[in-house]
């Protein structure tokens, strides 16, 4: 299917059921011509569909020609704090992208999100959802000072291509851990390493560099990954 041209998408607020309940979800078309992919972007533990870090990495990869659905989990939905079993958060996410495909039709269908909303959907690939590839943003690979518990075990079982970003500063991935985890992953998982930032893409003045520059960094690095794995899906059609 061809990617709708720029503008031609309005931004529409959608009420999504999952199992007998409902959720918030924003579908957001790109700002630049489109590029054909839409992202389903889950957001953290702590977080939800419209906080600070969801609106600025939304804001900047529609720029570089993302529609973007933002959505809430249940939990957060219902304004509880404690996220909800993973069966469920991959639940969400199934009905969220399930949406988007019906509604928008997009050419590449990109699942991921921040932290929790990204190892959810990355779960949700390795037991074979249909998607074309994932966006992890700040992949949580195990606790905060516990790097003896890699969260690490179904990763191998993912069948498309993966985009991980994560900062060097972030205290649940650390990089060696990382780099030792991708070493026995297929040529479909590409590691990009945002220097100086932490789990929530902040860098330190020191660093000599903006938050706003690591998002557009991450935009950047998102928008030349796609266009990599569009011509690799055209090219298998």
């Known amino acids: 299917m061809s ?3 720029a503008g031609a998408l309005p931004l529409a607020n959608w009420r999504i059921k999952v199992g007998e309940e409902e959720t918030s979800a924003v579908f957001e078309p790109a700002l630049a011509s489109s590029n054909g992919a839409l992202f389903a972007l889950a957001h953290g533990a ?21 529609h973007v659905v933002r959505f809430n989990f249940l939990y957060r939905e219902k304004k509880a704090g ?6 469920r958060l991959k639940e969400c996410i199934a009905a969220v992208a399930s949406r988007a495909r019906r509604e928008i039709g997009p050419r590449t269908l990109i699942l991921g999100g921040r932290s929790m909303g990204g190892r959810a959907a990355s779960m ?14 700040a992949y949580p690979l195990h ?8 969260r690490d075990a179904h ?19 650390r990089r060696d851990l990382m780099e030792r985890v991708v070493g026995r992953l297929t040529e479909r998982w590409t590691m990009h390493w945002l220097e100086g930032a932490d789990h929530s893409f902040h860098v330190l003045k020191s ?27 055209e090219g298998s059609t």
């Open 143 to 150: 606790p905060a000072g516990r790097p003896e518990e890699l």
């Open 3 to 5: 990617a709708p041209a």
């Open 207 to 233: 660093s000599g560099r903006s938050d706003a520059e690591v998002l557009s960094e991450i935009a950047e690095a998102s928008d030349t990954w796609v266009s990599s794995i569009a011509g690799t899906l």
């Open 124 to 137: 949700l690939a390795a037991d074979g959802f249909p998607c074309d590839g994932l966006l992890l943003l």
């Open 82 to 87: 404690r996220p909800d079993a993973m069966p």
């Open 155 to 173: 990763l191998e079982k993912i069948k498309v291509p993966v985009l991980c970003l994560n900062g060097t500063r972030d205290a649940l991935c």
């Open 46 to 66: 702590g977080g939800h569909m419209a906080d600070r870090g969801v609106l600025g990495v939304s804001e900047h990869l529609r720029r570089r020609g993302f």
